[in-house]
């Protein structure tokens, strides 16, 4: 028999703030499941992360990072 939301979302706000990330992340996970997709960005991170081993000289500061983002979304 099916628990209404109701129920269900009261139970899980009594859990532990530790469980209740455990049980988030795990939603989460089954709404955007994408092994190819995460295969990809894993293979960009991976490449980007040799490179800037090689050359730190490619890492920027965060602060100019956040500051063109900013400039961007305004």
């Keep these: 028999m099916r628990k209404p939301v109701e129920i269900l979302e009261a139970e899980l706000l009594q859990l532990t703030k530790a469980d209740r990330i455990r049980v988030l992340d795990r939603v ?3 709404l955007d ?4 997709r995460d295969a990809a960005w894993d293979a ?3 490449r980007r992360d040799a490179e800037a ?3 730190p000289s490619v890492l920027l500061p965060l ?3 956040l500051a063109r983002l900013r400039a ?3």
């Design 28 to 30: 989460v996970a089954s």
């Design 33 to 36: 499941a994408d092994s190819a």
């Design 44 to 46: 960009v991170a991976a």
């Design 53 to 55: 081993d090689r050359d």
């Design 63 to 65: 602060d100019d990072v």
């Design 72 to 74: 961007e979304v305004q």
